[in-house]
């Protein structure tokens, strides 16, 4: 099921709220790349890709883009002041020794233990997993923005992953249109809720189970 503009902007918003000063943040394609043009105010973060850029800024106004400055998903980006270019070899190296603070990825499936499935749908054709592997088990974080349900409206939020897994257990923070749900060591934490849902909106499209707090956030 996709979603409108709106509701990917909201997603990205939020994610972005996770952002701390001084942390080195790499996006994932679709909904994350979105997250570069909501830091908040007063946070300075540094943006890393794959594909060799270490300060890469939010996407640029339309006209304005540089077909030589793109992010790893080949998207349009801008670089920040004292941003810098190195070869791919050492953008995987920075992921591989753990200097990257926050991953933010999208996904196909998420178990209720943080397992990723964001690579494959069988039979389908894909261009690669990219940097994904990495990123899932290297950085110090990970989270995943996505839909709360697939296109047949099945729950994405799942007790066991179906689809082949990028990484176990490596989600800790899981944002979807409907909802914000924590990866915590006694299980799937529902912590925030995106108006107009409601409680029972989200126990029902979700097939993991989930812990729900009396205090729960609603995002307006």
């Known amino acids: 099921m996709g979603m409108g503009k709106e509701t990917r902007v909201r997603i990205a918003k939020r994610a972005a709220q996770e952002l701390k000063d001084g942390m080195a943040v790499n996006l994932g394609i679709g909904i994350p790349t979105q997250v570069a043009d909501y830091v908040p ?30 992010n790893a998903g080949g998207y349009p980006v801008t670089i920040t002041n004292g941003a810098s270019y190195c070869d791919s070899s ?21 178990s209720e233990r943080g397992d990723l499935a ?9 261009a690669g997993i990219g ?30 992953c179906d689809l082949p897994l990028t990484a176990r257990e490596c989600v800790k923070l899981i944002v979807t249109e409907m909802a914000v749900m924590e990866v915590t ?20 499209h979700t097939e993991a189970k989930l812990i729900i707090p009396e205090n729960i956030s609603y995002i307006p």
């Open 41 to 70: 105010e007063g946070i300075h973060v540094v943006f890393h890709a794959e594909n060799g850029i270490l300060g890469a800024g939010g996407a640029p106004l339309p006209g304005e883009e540089d077909a030589f400055l793109c």
């Open 90 to 110: 050492i953008a995987f190296a920075m992921i591989r020794r753990g200097y990257i603070d926050i991953t933010i990825l999208g996904a196909l499936e998420v």
């Open 118 to 126: 964001n690579w494959i749908v069988p039979g389908k054709r894909v």
């Open 131 to 160: 940097g994904a592997m990495e990123l899932a088990q290297k950085a110090k974080k990970v989270i995943v923005l996505m839909n709360h349900v697939n296109r047949q409206g099945e729950s994405k939020v799942k007790k066991q």
């Open 185 to 204: 060591d006694q299980g799937l934490l529902l912590k925030e809720i995106m108006l107009p849902y409601t409680i029972e909106d989200v126990v029902n």
